[in-house]
């Protein structure tokens, strides 16, 4: 029985050669292959900011387009990129299930710490570009930034994972997989704040966990001056929730991922 320690090393081993792995198979060994982990994120966001500033006014219902962008269409992109590349997790990496030390929890975490790496790092630089061109100032609340980002992640954690084990199961999850996200879009809070929607929509809007981590978000950066709408409790119970259950639907269908 090896220590804790000692299990946490192997543990950490694996998984840093897995993420090592991902990124060589993903965007090669040259160039600036590397870089794109951050860029292509990056790239889509900036992409966007730019596109609504053309078309829409400075301020919208009293806030700034920018920063109401960026939080918006980052927490989005945290999201998608956590799902989309944790439903294909296992398929792509069907071989390496071959390896005695190497499980399907270590597959999608090496996964999640890619994603979630890259587009926070990504998130902080398309930050300080907006703050030197004056669009956005310091985050209000830090902490209160950071736990939102930190739940918006365990909630779309726990979202891939289910969806990724349903699929192993069902064919038709993984058909109807980018039909489900497509919708959640207008749903998640991202274009819109809760301030915006009509009271008797937004309690039922608020039994969604998703729009309380990107409101999270949003008060995080804007403070007490924009209104928001949270309970920050109710998205950590529900990522829990999810998280459960995509690690125990995992492991019941472990089977049909070793036989194909």
């Known amino acids: 029985m090896p220590s804790p320690v000692k299990f946490f090393r192997e543990q ?14 993903r965007y090669g060994r040259e160039g600036i292959g590397f870089l794109w982990v951050i860029g292509e994120p990056l790239a889509f966001c900036l992409g ?6 053309a078309l829409k006014p400075a301020y919208e219902h009293g806030i700034r387009l920018g920063p109401f962008v960026m939080t918006g269409y980052m927490s989005l992109l945290l999201m998608r990129h956590l ?4 439903l294909s997790a296992l398929q792509a990496n069907v071989g ?3 390896h005695r030390l190497i499980s399907p929890l270590h597959i999608f975490v090496s996964r999640f710490v890619l994603e979630i790496a890259g587009t926070t ?8 570009i907006l703050a030197a061109l004056g669009q956005v100032g310091l985050p209000k609340e830090p902490l209160l930034l ?9 909630l779309s954690t726990g979202l ?5 084990a349903l699929a192993i199961r069902f064919e038709t999850v993984e058909r109807l997989a980018q039909l489900f996200m497509y919708l959640l879009i207008p749903l998640s809070g991202a274009f819109f704040m809760i301030s915006f929607v009509p009271s008797t929509f937004r309690t039922v809007l608020l039994w969604l966990p998703i729009p309380h981590a990107v409101e999270m978000i949003r008060a995080g950066v804007f403070g007490e001056f924009v209104e928001t709408h949270y309970d920050p409790i109710y998205p950590i119970i529900w990522g829990g929730i999810f998280n459960a259950a ?3 639907m995992l492991r019941l269908f472990r089977e049909r991922v070793d036989v194909e």
Not at 83 to 86: E, F, R, S
Not at 121 to 128: E, G, I, L, N, P
Not at 146 to 154: C, R
């Open 160 to 164: 891939a994972m289910t969806i990724a």
């Open 96 to 98: 390496l299930m071959y």
């Open 83 to 86: 799902v989309t590349h944790g």
């Open 121 to 128: 790092t990504a998130f902080a630089v398309v930050y300080v």
């Open 146 to 154: 950071y736990g939102g980002w930190l739940t918006l992640a365990w």
């Open 48 to 53: 966007v900011i730019i596109l609504w500033s």
């Open 12 to 25: 950490s081993r694996i998984i840093g050669a897995l993420v090592m792995r991902e990124i060589v198979t």
């Open 246 to 248: 995509g690690l125990l």
